[in-house]
């Protein structure tokens, strides 16, 4: 990885052109043949990129940044590195005003009054983590309606795994959010995405090694203050880009917070639960309120996602 700092792409592009000893037509013709993203450039659009005439496209500066074998996410989330294209996070923040300070279930904490509160972060380590996988169990049983019943037991031995994520925040030793990102298969995700599997059903022994390709699949999130939704967004991006083994994630929103999350990730719905009648239970979708709505986030969506890179480059 090349650890040199760059002030955007012109500087980036022209630096790593030379070291290559690449004419800008020669360039071009190898990006062309690097990634379709490429199409339909020359020489001419090298060189308006390198005098900042012109900025290629997100999608278009991460496939330059890995033809070049270096790291998109770590030049891409420093500040120093501008990047023309992201909007501010005034939209983002107006988003979480609107949705963490409703008592939703996945959000509103009644003990976190400061939406800016300090807090702590640690891992399953902490002597308290017991205690808090039973809440999580009880919160996930309380979100769905007893639907689902969830076991602290089952839950140890999936976040105990090596390969397995988890980080919970607390202020106090009061247990303020979570998150628990498991590794599994392609198969294995598809079967709890579309429902063939329940999270509660999950195996241990299905969970894959940290090397192994592979997908995060989302146990169970909880942000109970606009502070720890950021932290908490940043930590789930991380753990999925900085892992080239990993290919996506998979979520299973059972709340209408989850599905607005999504939507703003731009997550792509891969299936939907039964209609829950009669009540305002569930995730609402297109008008319904579903037992669940499940979402797949591919690593490469993420990784040019404006709200998740304007979160890391301000972490």
């Given amino acids: 990885m090349n650890e040199k700092r760059y002030s955007g792409v012109a500087d980036y592009l022209a630096t790593r052109r030379e070291l290559k000893t690449l004419s800008q037509e020669s360039l071009a013709e190898h990006l062309i043949?690097?990634?379709?993203?490429?199409?339909?450039?020359d020489g001419l659009s090298v060189s308006r990129w390198e005098r900042g005439v012109v900025s290629p496209s997100i999608e278009r500066q991460i496939a330059l940044m890995e033809f070049f074998g270096d790291e998109p996410h770590l030049l891409l989330g420093s500040a120093d590195y501008e990047l023309k294209q992201l909007p501010?996070?005034?939209s983002f923040h107006k988003w979480m005003r609107q949705n963490l300070l409703y008592n939703h279930v996945?959000?509103?904490?009644?003990?976190?009054?400061?939406?800016?509160?300090?807090?702590d972060k640690c891992s399953l380590e902490h002597p308290l983590s017991s205690r808090w996988l039973n809440l999580v169990c009880r919160y996930n049983q309380n979100l769905t309606r007893g639907r689902e019943a969830w076991s602290e037991q089952h839950l140890w031995q999936l976040a105990s795994k090596p390969s397995s994520h988890s980080v919970f925040y607390h202020a106090d030793d009061q247990l303020l959010g979570h998150a628990i990102l498991l590794r599994v298969s392609d198969e294995v995700l598809n079967d709890l995405l579309i429902g063939r599997m329940t999270d509660t059903e999950l195996d241990p022994?299905?969970?894959l090694e940290d090397d192994a390709q592979g997908n995060l699949y989302c146990q169970s999130i909880y942000f109970g203050t606009r502070s720890i939704c950021e932290d908490g967004l940043t930590h789930m991006f991380?753990?999925?880009i900085e892992n080239h083994s990993s290919r996506a994630l998979g979520f299973k929103a059972r709340?209408?917070?989850?599905?607005?999350?999504?939507?703003l990730l731009m997550g792509e719905v891969v299936d939907r639960g039964e209609v829950i009648a009669g009540h305002r239970d569930g995730a609402r979708y297109q008008g319904k309120y579903l037992e669940h709505v499940s979402f797949l986030l591919k690593r490469e969506r993420l990784l040019s996602n404006p709200t998740l890179l304007n979160l890391v480059r301000q972490q």
């Fill in 238 to 240: 991380r753990t999925l």
């Fill in 205 to 207: 022994d299905q969970l």
């Fill in 255 to 263: 709340a209408n917070f989850g599905v607005q999350l999504m939507d």
């Fill in 88 to 90: 501010s996070l005034s």
């Fill in 106 to 119: 996945m959000g509103g904490h009644p003990y976190a009054n400061n939406d800016d509160m300090e807090f």
């Fill in 33 to 41: 043949e690097y990634s379709a993203c490429f199409e339909g450039i």
